[in-house]
């Protein structure tokens, strides 16, 4: 019998989790940091490939397990799904490791090209280059709508909830929170009477139990909460008491310290919240989100760093004084802090209470459920892309709780359907990879605004 370490899995020689050694371990993490293109269903791919086939240091069902309860968090969940095997693997120390090694390169890249487009953004061949980059985006989420939900949607059910999540934002504009909680209690109950209606009979069969792992506990689980919150809170709380909570960096903070709470379901769900409140205090359009957007999909890692773009954006246009790229910079360095903090705290907190709730059936349902809605709302959030990059000006109609969004059919831009439509063939049809379609049509973009430009 082996003993269970305060950081977290016991140290064991007869377990597959501690065979490899330290080094092994930063190795395959930076390994999977540098190369996790293609937002969320690309890096999860990358992860599943490495750690599931190659390495074998998971089961399959014990990575779908741990993905699912990454999805019903708040926060990127591709981050967390990380930062959960590393833990698995070696405690808090591995936790934080593989954490940061999956975000880390892609915020470098990040804070480069933010700082380009925010110098020369404007300048045309800058603005074809991501015009190109743009349409590539609108199919490089609905291939990972496909992808996903190819692996969640099983039953009729999780395909109703699907489809009535997505319903719930684009007509009701339902707060994602809403749709979360009643996906999770839908599950819960359906998880009690009849959970073949959400995971599909034999899936739940022959769970690894190898290894094994920290009991969770009443005082643990608030020594790392207390922690974990002091360490995020305490200097965004510094920050806006030094500025003022009007300062641009202060909001900025109370944006994406909210974001980390209240946005669940991944990267994809988060977009949607980040957009509109960064498009209500005016630092950028949703054409720049947009193209926020195509840059984090050209950098390892996270697809969450959009946000650091919408934060490098927002301090670079609108912090008073001469130094508007130290401004962006601040601004870059207050959204990871905001945004990357809490997703240690909702592992370290969790995990080990998963680990003890992979046997039962009801959480496996409740987990479903909310995996099944998140699908809804990366339609909503395909859709939304779409709509914005065909259109220059789409308008919300309606009255009441019911609002629907309408193009403005004489604002369509057929340059860029263009390039969607060539996104699709290469991406859907060519199964071209993630990096060599941005290329493509990034360079195709650029072409079509020179040759605009010469026939002006």
């Known amino acids: 019998m082996t003993a269970a370490t305060p950081e977290g899995p016991p140290d064991t020689t007869n377990s597959p989790t501690t065979s490899e050694s330290f080094a092994e371990f930063t190795r395959t993490f930076a390994y999977i940091g540098v190369n996790s293109f293609g937002g969320p269903a690309g890096q999860i791919a990358v992860m599943h490939r490495v750690l599931v086939d190659e390495k074998q240091w998971i089961d399959d069902r014990r990575f779908t397990h741990a993905l699912n309860f990454c999805m019903m968090l708040p926060g990127p969940e591709a981050t967390q799904l990380a930062t959960y095997v590393g833990w698995l693997k070696r405690g808090t120390i591995g936790g934080l490791i593989a954490g940061l090694l999956f975000v880390l390169p892609g915020g470098a890249c990040m804070l480069v090209l933010s700082a380009i487009y925010a110098a020369y ?53 339902a707060p994602f929170p809403t749709i979360v909680a009643a996906a999770a209690l839908i599950g819960l109950m359906v998880g009690w009477a009849a959970p073949q209606a959400l995971v599909p009979l034999g899936e739940d069969d022959a769970r690894d139990h190898a290894g094994s792992h920290q009991m969770p506990s009443f005082g643990r689980t608030c020594l790392v909460a207390f922690g974990w919150l002091a360490i995020w809170l305490i200097p965004l709380a510094v920050l806006t008491v030094a500025l003022s909570p009007q300062h641009v960096l202060s909001r900025e903070a109370m944006l994406f310290g909210k974001s980390a709470v209240v946005t669940f379901g991944g990267a994809y769900a988060v977009l949607g919240y980040i ?27 996270p697809l969450i760093l959009v946000g650091q773009f919408v934060a490098f954006v927002g301090a670079y246009r609108t912090m008073p004084g001469s130094m508007p790229m130290l401004a962006g910079m601040a601004g870059a360095a207050v959204f990871l802090w905001a945004t990357f903090v809490p997703c240690f705290l909702w592992i370290f907190v969790g995990a080990p209470y998963m680990e003890r709730l992979r046997a039962s059936r009801w959480a496996g349902a409740m987990l479903a459920a909310v995996s099944a809605a998140v699908v809804g709302v990366i339609a909503h959030l395909a859709l939304w892309l779409l709509l914005h990059t065909l259109f220059g000006r789409v308008e919300e109609l309606g009255s009441g709780l019911v609002h629907l969004p309408v193009p403005q059919w004489n604002s369509f831009e057929p340059a860029a359907a263009a390039i969607v439509a060539l996104a699709s063939v290469l991406m859907l049809g060519m199964k071209w990879p993630a990096g060599r379609t941005l290329l493509v049509c990034a360079l195709a973009g650029a072409a079509w605004t020179m040759l605009a430009l010469k026939a002006q």
């Open 275 to 301: 957009g509109e409140r960064a498009g209500a205090e005016n630092w950028l359009t949703p054409h720049d989100m947009v193209s926020g957007l195509a840059l984090a999909e050209t950098t390892p890692g």
């Open 121 to 173: 953004g404007s300048v045309p061949l800058v603005s074809g280059v991501l015009l190109g980059m743009k349409c590539a985006v609108v199919v490089l989420v609905a291939k990972a709508l496909m992808r996903i939900g190819k692996r969640v949607l099983k039953t009729r059910l999780a395909l109703f909830l699907a489809v009535a999540a997505l319903l719930a934002q684009l007509v009701l504009h």
